[in-house]
């Protein structure tokens, strides 16, 4: 199967493009918080529900303002030359570890705000974004972005001579390294369903650690194989090193949530 992007413009009003990757990047942001008001609704049998909606702000605004920033700043030379191109987004450019970051904060100014629990706010959001970020990296597949290595298997990604990286001028065919974390996401998403629903109420975090751990793996061996990553840090991917960092920092606040249960229960 050839996978093969029909173009970034989904359609033009009065000459004006709308992009596949801004169409998929506001479904996916509904799409999230649409999961996350239903699983807080379904798990913890919260009358506040709603108040997911007036929550999701926090977390939209500073988890896109979050991933362009960390975008550009891997993507430092460029932006440095060209300061104004910071501004547009609209042809692509949000990294998910900034996204993630800063709707972390985001979520902890709604939780004070709103009075609400802040860890089983993260764990109801862990299960709306996996399966946003599934969805968000078809984005990636309209714009010819997140491609990995010259393949020519079963499942192959045509690239336009345009969008090749130099020296691959003469490569047709790679991996298709977007499609393989979307499938990955997705995944993750129906475990994340599963302990929250067994575990959420009891175990308030644990959703979040595991959400975090499992992605970041992913993202970490889906990573080896891009070619188009932002930046390199002795040969190694910046989305590796920050992937393997999220996972000891998730590993660690599992190991405290746990102990900190188990003290709770004991006493």
């Not at 807080?40 to 702000?57: M, N």
């Not at 946003?132 to 997140?146: H, P, S, V």
């Not at 979307?182 to 629903?197: H, P, Q, T, Y």
């Not at 975090?212 to 990553?229: I, N």
């Amino acid at each position: 199967m050839i996978l093969k992007s029909p173009g970034d413009v989904f359609f033009t009003v009065f000459n004006f493009p709308v992009y596949y990757y801004g169409v998929i990047l506001a479904l996916s942001c509904l799409v999230a918080v649409y999961i996350a008001k239903i699983v807080y609704e379904k798990v913890y049998q919260d009358a506040r529900a709603d108040l997911i909606w007036e929550v999701s702000p926090f977390v939209l605004i500073l988890g896109i303002l979050g991933a362009r920033l960390y975008y550009c700043l891997v993507n430092y030379t460029y932006y440095f030359q060209n300061p104004f191109e910071i501004f547009y987004i609209r042809g692509g450019g949000l990294s998910i570890h900034g996204g993630i970051i800063a709707g972390i904060l985001g979520l902890w100014l709604a939780a004070k705000k709103y009075k609400m629990s802040f860890l089983r706010l993260l764990d109801v959001f862990s299960v709306g974004t996996v399966f946003a970020q599934g969805l968000g990296r078809w984005g990636n597949f309209f714009n010819n972005e997140a491609f990995g290595s010259p393949h020519d298997g079963l499942v192959k990604l045509f690239v336009p001579l345009s969008q090749r990286p130099s020296g691959y001028e003469n490569v047709e065919y790679f991996h298709p390294a977007f499609l393989y974390e979307s499938i990955a996401d997705f995944l993750i998403f129906l475990i994340l369903l599963f302990v929250i629903k067994k575990f959420g109420v009891k175990f308030e975090g644990l959703t979040l650690c595991i959400y975090l751990m499992l992605y970041s793996l992913a993202r970490f061996f889906v990573e080896d194989l891009r070619l188009d990553s932002a930046m390199n840090v002795g040969g190694i991917h910046i989305a590796q090193i920050i992937s393997a960092v999220i996972f000891v920092f998730a590993f660690l606040m599992f190991l405290v949530l746990f102990f900190k249960k188990r003290r709770d229960l004991i006493n």
